[in-house]
């Protein structure tokens, strides 16, 4: 099973940026997405699909299609910039498989 | 506070070995599976391991079968890593990640970083 992300998205300030993963049937499966910024640890964004932890603003949201999730993030900040990764599951699954991760440059 | 700590990484020649232990704090470790995610330099995230939180099932990516091994220690609340016969593919940042129900890591660790190098 493969999840395709594009290298990098580019977005203005304050404009809207979306962050594909593609993924045969991935419609069936949990999604979830989680922000790297340079030198640090990933930090998960949005679990199950839809779901923001504590912390993390509404700004940014999740979606899925048959074959394709997306993470938008609305009014883009410069702190936004990093490197964006979908993973999923199924339940009770004791592995995980992460996309090739995208690059948000705020230009 | 949920917080996982690793340690252990460092300069080690093809053929070695490695273990690398990850601490636990402020949840009850004895209710979550973990997981170990690496990630290359200037490359992206690979899972590489996964252990119950008894200990008893684990899971590895095909590339570490028969190399790599994983353990736990309920008392002392770590998770260890073990890496034999290491391969200079094998240098990347380690993560320690707590397993959420639903299949999201929902905290990491800073990782610790293994270089293979001769």
Redesign the interface.
């Given at each position: 099973y493969v999840l395709t992300q594009a290298p990098s998205v580019s977005v203005a300030p304050g404009k809207t940026a979306a962050i594909n993963c593609a993924g045969d049937n991935i419609g069936s499966k949990?999604v979830?997405w989680?922000q790297?910024r340079p030198g640090?640890?990933?930090?998960?964004v949005i679990?199950?699909n839809y779901d923001r932890?504590s912390g993390i603003p509404e700004r940014f949201s999740g979606s899925k299609s048959a074959n394709t999730a997306t993470l938008t993030i609305i009014r883009v900040e410069a702190g936004d910039e990093a490197?964006y990764?979908c993973?999923?599951?199924?339940?009770g699954?004791?592995?995980?498989?992460?996309?090739?991760?995208t690059k948000l440059t705020v230009l | 506070q949920e917080k996982l700590v690793e340690s252990g990484g460092g300069v080690v020649q093809p053929g070695k070995s490695l273990r690398l232990s990850c601490a636990a704090s402020g949840f009850t470790f004895n209710n979550y599976?973990l997981?170990w995610?690496r990630q290359a330099p200037g490359r992206?995230?690979?899972?590489v391991a996964?252990v119950?939180n008894d200990g008893y099932?684990v899971?590895f990516?095909d590339s570490v079968k028969g190399r790599f091994t994983v353990s736990r220690d309920i008392y002392k609340n770590m998770v260890y890593l073990q890496l034999d016969s290491l391969r200079l593919e094998d240098t990347a940042v380690y993560?320690c990640?707590r397993h959420?129900e639903?299949?999201?890591?929902?905290y990491?660790?800073?990782?610790t970083l293994v270089t293979v190098s001769s």
């Open positions: 949990r979830h989680y790297q640090q640890a990933p930090v998960l679990f199950d932890p490197d990764y993973q999923v599951s199924d339940i699954s004791d592995y995980c498989l992460f996309g090739g991760g | 599976d997981h995610v992206g995230l690979e899972w996964f119950r099932w899971q990516t993560y990640a959420r639903g299949g999201s890591l929902d990491w660790g800073r990782g």
